[in-house]
């Protein structure tokens, strides 16, 4: 889509009279539901915290429903008479009236929902908290959560079929250091209603869409499989990462996880997926190539049964055997939802505010539906295309959202530049609200968003020419845009439990417990201080290796520090208990061996809230 | 025991409404890790069985055992029970929690979380909290926050912190305390309170039935109001008015040395003691074993007026050292010194005299 088009779109919009969006947001859709009867699109706004309903007779937005903060999922019970949407800043839930269109109800979730899906009878809904890493079960007949569910690291996005529910997971589970990533699909019994199943995704780390067919034997979902373990400088030589599916089902038996990346041509950031009806074709999107792949079923059935199928992953001319085309969209393509028939894809387009629909006996886009939103776009805007696009990279093999998910971080440790294996790892920092956090990097040697963002990330990561001065400086206000998610441990009052109260007098505290007085610069509260708990200073705490080329380390700012484990600069703390527990002998990281471990416990209380 | 016993070979009749079972004993023999089985969950069909050297699961007649190398904290599982919210198998080790959920272990110890020690004796799970007794006090894990919250010696009546076993219901949860009595925390108050034999002597019972039986506690049970504790010198009952001790000389309890109790109903009662597996109806007892002298299987019922009567049997639990019981519907799954017995209920119509 290009910037005409959406002007277009906004004039149309305004001539037909729709109802337009808040003017000062962008709608960015990330999810898309259709009604039963095929007449109505919901899509999921998450800029304007609504969900557009468009009449696709007349491919227009008809309504717009005010949803929570930063919705992001969005299912319709099988009667087409109840719309569900996540509200991932919020928490909750939104139910709408699909008739009326009028939200009905609010209901609670776990951290961060994201994913959902009602069961077959229109009872229950499975919600995927990404944050809390469960799933909220709730009963629809009294809007109450009945149980939370044990799922994955990062919870996202979910599936079902029949009594059989998928979900997948936009981060790794937390495993030994600098090993293998692995992820899961969490199954869950709906019956039951329980977890019954947690096939694993050994060397995955973001697994994102997941689809069932009709009859419920084939499953794919879309997934990153990272290089972490050697330099990132290799990337000219090799990838930095698979961008695959894990196909899975009675069709195929057990997982299979097959390539969709070409040689020289990489299919970046795979995020949404669907399946035809007839089972003849599957669809996904590659959210950082700006692209929708169309993958023949029976051949790709066909690879994930070969004998060498396990073998086949890392073979990048092995998609040539089922990809039959790749069809560009708009920018950053997430969900897509197929008409009931199959005829028909629509590809939410979430940095163009547009819907992209695909003729998919033509294989080619034959409409695009704008959302509306802001007329002009800006260099914010801009700098988001940007970082999430993967056109700047060695053959567009990944972009910044490769490694920052959703604006956040990757759960991985990185052995970033080009100086040795094994040398400077590094953990993956969230970057949400980090413009005022310089310097940049484990080892400060960055000391602004520019260095940071441009030439490091173009001579080190991209290997390629990178960025122009006015790319640069639009990528950089986006970076520095990036909002601080709401801190789910602390009380909206700002009050304190007793545990954190206690806590924060240990973080504050001047003395060790035997009287003695703990030299300022070993004090929790000296090193991390100020707004962002840091002096953006480097300090030596004793936490670097050997193979780390100095032991100086940029105090990291603790925002929101519950959320990104594992910790310390090279990610081998793998709880926040582990960086006294483990890698504090000799209380150089703080005076900590003092204290009972339920004065432990009381200082993690008080982090968490942070 | 020291009253007059009255042993009757009574063949198939006997113990009224005590009930009788065909036991079938699993060893190494048939796949489990170690004999020594610490304890045993049922959920459903699976039976969970902690033993000395790993965690089994048996279904379907087979048995899959897993060790460290799986993800387990530790290969001595002391204790397992079953979230019957969400079907988790929870393992209390030697070497901390273990959680195992369809496939995946995820285990907490005093270093990668706030668990107050790695030596864990046993655990419940109940709604949004797993309720843990380590050697070093009690800990509770908030699974929807992962916050977790220590109770010792310092924000309770806890004066050992040598916590043997807790069982978690709607109202209240209690702590067996081995050395310390049981600790009592009220849900809805949020408030501890302890309770401890009153006459203080470690051998002697002087105040009977005045409260709890002995400070060496190794397991509550509570159901229906009523809260049974099990003692190295005894079992004690308390129906929040009035305590009652049962000990070996004036009841039907094998031993006073007891490692679990587990009630069905507040009145019907399981004792697993070092010398056989004892019931209790309220009125009459029942204790199932291999006969300490001959090892020949043994069933001993006493009746309301301390007439003892022995039952002729085919098949007994694996040892006379029983660590704990689960209920399958009306089967007991029995963990003993030397394997785990299945005790299959025999239905039968038998009159008490």
Redesign the interface.
């Known amino acids: 889509m290009k910037r005409g088009g959406i002007l277009v779109g906004l004039l149309a919009a305004l001539l037909l009279g729709q109802p337009a969006p808040d003017g000062g947001r962008y709608p960015s859709p990330v999810d898309l539901a259709l009604s039963p009867d095929g007449a109505r699109l919901y899509v999921v706004c998450e800029g304007t915290d609504e969900v557009a309903v468009v009449d696709l007779a007349t491919s227009s937005v008809i309504r717009r429903v005010g949803v929570g903060h930063v919705p992001r999922g969005i299912a319709v019970s099988a009667d087409g008479k109840w719309i569900y949407v996540t509200n991932a800043w919020a928490d909750t839930v939104t139910e709408i009236d699909a008739r009326s269109l009028a939200a009905t109800r609010t209901l609670s979730t ?1 951290f961060e929902p994201s994913g959902l899906t009602v069961d077959a009878r229109g009872q229950v809904l499975y919600v995927a908290n990404r944050i ?1 890493n ?1 799933v909220s079960v709730i009963d629809l007949r009294t809007g109450s959560e009945i ?4 799922a994955g690291r990062g919870a996202s996005y979910v599936a079902a079929s029949g009594s059989r529910i998928y979900v997948t997971h936009i981060y790794p ?1 937390l495993g030994k250091f600098r090993t293998e990533s692995e992820s ?1 699909i ?2 869950i019994d709906a019956d ?1 209603q ?5 096939p ?1 995704l050994h060397n995955v780390a973001g697994t994102f869409h997941v689809a069932l067919s009709r009859d419920g034997r084939l499953g794919i979902a879309a997934q990153l499989r990272p290089k972490n373990l050697i330099p990132l400088a290799h990337v000219a030589h090799g990838w930095a990462f698979g961008d695959s599916l894990a196909v899975f089902g009675a069709d195929v038996g057990g997982v299979v996880q097959l390539p969709l990346d070409e040689l020289e041509r990489y299919f970046s950031l795979p995020f949404g997926v669907a399946i035809a009806p007839d089972k003849s074709k599957a669809y996904l999107t590659a959210s950082g190539s700006g692209e929708v792949a169309i993958l023949d079923l029976k051949r790709l059935v066909a690879a994930s049964r070969a004998p060498e199928r396990d073998a086949l992953v890392n073979d990048l001319s092995v998609s040539g055997r089922y990809v039959l085309a790749r069809v560009p969209v708009g920018r950053n393509p997430r969900s897509i939802v197929l008409s009931n028939d199959g005829a028909r894809l629509y590809v939410a387009n979430r940095l163009d505010d547009t819907i992209s629909v695909m003729d998919t006996a033509a294989n080619r886009i034959v409409a695009t539906i704008g959302l509306g939103g802001l007329p002009i776009v800006t260099p914010q805007r801009r700098g988001e295309r940007l970082f999430y696009s993967s056109n700047f990279s060695f053959q567009g093999q990944f972009g910044c959202a490769n490694c920052h998910l959703d604006s956040t971080f990757d759960g991985l440790q990185w052995d970033l530049e080009p100086d040795g294996f094994g040398v400077d790892i590094v953990d993956n920092r969230s970057i949400e609200d980090v413009a005022n956090t310089a310097p940049f990097k484990w080892n400060g040697g960055n000391p602004d968003l520019f260095t940071e963002c441009g030439p490091r990330t173009e001579r080190f990561f991209f290997r390629s020419q990178g960025f122009r001065d006015a790319d640069l400086a639009d990528l950089i206000t986006y970076v520095a845009s990036i909002p601080l998610r709401p801190n ?2 602390r009380a909206a009052t700002g009050e304190l439990t007793p ?1 954190q109260e206690r806590g924060k007098a240990i973080f504050e505290r001047e003395r060790r417990k035997d009287g003695s007085s703990i030299p300022e610069e070993n004090r929790c509260s000296f090193c991390h201080s100020g707004k962002y708990h840091t002096n953006q200073k480097l300090a030596d705490v004793g936490t670097g290796k050997p193979t780390d080329r100095s032991p100086l380390i940029d105090t990291p700012h603790l925002t929101n520090v519950a959320l990104s484990a594992p910790y310390l600069h090279d990610g081998s703390a ?2 926040l ?2 960086i006294w ?2 890698f504090n002998p000799k209380d150089t990281h703080g005076v900590s061996n003092d204290l ?3 004065e ?2 009381d200082l ?2 008080y982090l968490k809230t942070l | 025991m020291r009253l007059a016993i009255l042993f009757a070979s009574i063949g198939m009749l006997g113990a009224g409404e005590l009930p009788r079972f065909r036991w079938e004993n699993f060893t190494t023999a048939q796949g489990l890790p170690n004999n020594r089985v610490y304890s045993v969950s049922v959920d459903g069909d699976k039976i969970w069985a902690g033993t000395d050297n790993g965690l089994a699961l048996y279904q379907n007649g087979k048995w899959r055992v897993f060790t460290p190398e799986d993800g387990l904290a530790h290969r001595a599982v002391l204790y397992v029970t079953v979230d019957k919210q969400t079907h988790d198998l929870w393992a209390a080790t030697m070497g901390g929690l273990s959680r195992y959920s369809a496939g995946r272990f995820d285990t907490f110890t005093q270093l990668n979380s706030g668990l107050a020690n790695d030596v864990v004796y046993g655990v419940s799970a109940l709604g949004d909290f797993v309720w843990v007794a380590t050697a070093a006090g009690a800990s509770r894990l908030n699974k929807r926050t992962g916050e977790w919250s220590l109770f010792n010696e310092r924000n309770t009546p806890m004066y050992e912190i040598w916590t043997y076993s807790v069982t978690a219901t709607e109202d209240k949860v209690y702590y067996a305390v081995w050395g310390g009595g049981v600790l009592e925390y009220d849900v809805k108050t949020e408030r501890w309170k302890d309770y401890n034999d009153p006459d203080g002597e470690t051998e002697l019972v002087l105040f009977k039935d005045q409260g709890l039986i002995h400070e060496i506690t190794t397991s509550v049970s509570y159901v229906h109001q009523i809260l049974w504790v099990a003692t190295y010198f005894g079992a004690s009952r308390y129906d929040g008015r009035n305590w009652r001790n049962f000990l070996d000389k004036d009841s039907g309890l094998p031993s006073n040395f007891l490692n679990q109790v587990k009630t069905v109903d507040g009145i019907r009662t399981w004792f697993s003691t070092d010398k056989g597996l004892a019931y209790f109806d309220g009125e009459e007892w029942a204790t199932y074993r291999p006969a300490l002298d001959t090892h020949a299987p043994e069933m001993l019922v006493r009746d309301a007026q301390g007439q003892v009567k022995r039952i002729a049997v085919d098949t007994a639990p694996a040892h006379n050292y029983i660590f704990g019981v689960d209920f399958q519907g009306d089967d007991i799954w029995v963990a003993t010194a030397q394997g785990l017995s299945h005790g299959i209920r025999i239905r039968q119509e038998i009159s008490r005299k």
């Open positions: 776990g809390s469960d149980k939370r569910l044990a589970n899961e969490t199954e039951r329980v977890v019954d199943a947690r694993r789910r441990y545990a793998k709880t208990e582990e527990t483990v009972a471990k339920d432990l416990n993690i209380e």
